[in-house]
């Protein structure tokens, strides 16, 4: 028998968190600035004068960027549209067209900005899968684990090789 009166609600226990969230937070971000850091050597390798041979993201972003986030015309587009549309969307400084008489230099920063910004674009999404992968591999796994899984998301070379690249392969890999 039981001392609790008869007019008492039965409790449901309340879920618990195994890991204070400051960690959780903190492995995450960190594990997310090793990712992105791994992602950002070599950004600008080849450019501008050997970039990806199939710059399909790139020609769809400058669409988007000129012609406006409105204008989607994209059903013969190779590539997803998720990279594009985020680097189209990203504030940054405006395609503009070096003046007559402008330096090399000039000419190549011009013809590089949008490249660039591409292939900063997929570093970042792709340097994402970090902090994503350590919160679902905590729903299943111990800390110890989850921080394995996260580790090998954040250096796995393949992806880090791929998000050098103005593509969507980095983001989806």
Same mark, same amino acid.
């Given at each position: ?25 903190? =492995? ?8 992105? &850091? /791994? ?6 390798? &080849? ?20 012609? &406006? +986030?409105?204008?989607?015309?994209? %059903? ?5 549209? /998720?990279?594009?549309?985020? @680097?189209?969307? @990203? ?14 230099? *000039?000419? *190549? ?11 900063? @674009?997929?570093?970042? =999404? ?8 350590? +919160?679902?591999? +905590?729903?299943? /796994?111990? =800390? %110890? ?5 996260? =580790? +090998? @998301?954040?250096?796995?070379?393949? %992806? ?5 690249? %103005? ?7």
């Amino acid at each position: 028998m039981t001392d609790a009166p008869d007019n008492a609600r039965p409790t449901c226990p309340q879920p618990t968190c195994p890991h204070p969230i400051w960690r959780v937070a903190a =492995l995450a971000a960190a594990l997310f600035v090793v990712s992105l &850091g /791994l992602r950002f050597v070599g950004i600008d390798q &080849g450019l501008p004068h050997r970039g990806e041979p199939d710059t399909y993201i790139v020609q769809q972003a400058e669409a988007l960027v000129l012609d &406006g +986030l409105t204008d989607r015309y994209r %059903a013969g587009w190779k590539y997803p549209h /998720l990279v594009a549309t985020v @680097v189209a969307a @990203v504030p940054a400084e405006d395609i503009v067209r070096p003046p007559d008489g402008a330096s090399l230099e *000039e000419h *190549e920063r011009a013809a590089t900005a949008l490249h660039l910004r591409t292939r900063k @674009v997929a570093a970042v =999404l792709s340097a994402l899968a970090a902090p994503a992968t350590l +919160l679902i591999a +905590l729903r299943f /796994l111990p =800390l %110890a684990w989850a921080a394995l899984a996260v =580790l +090998l @998301v954040a250096a796995s070379l393949p %992806a880090a090789c791929f998000s050098l690249q %103005a593509r969507p392969h980095g983001p989806v890999s």
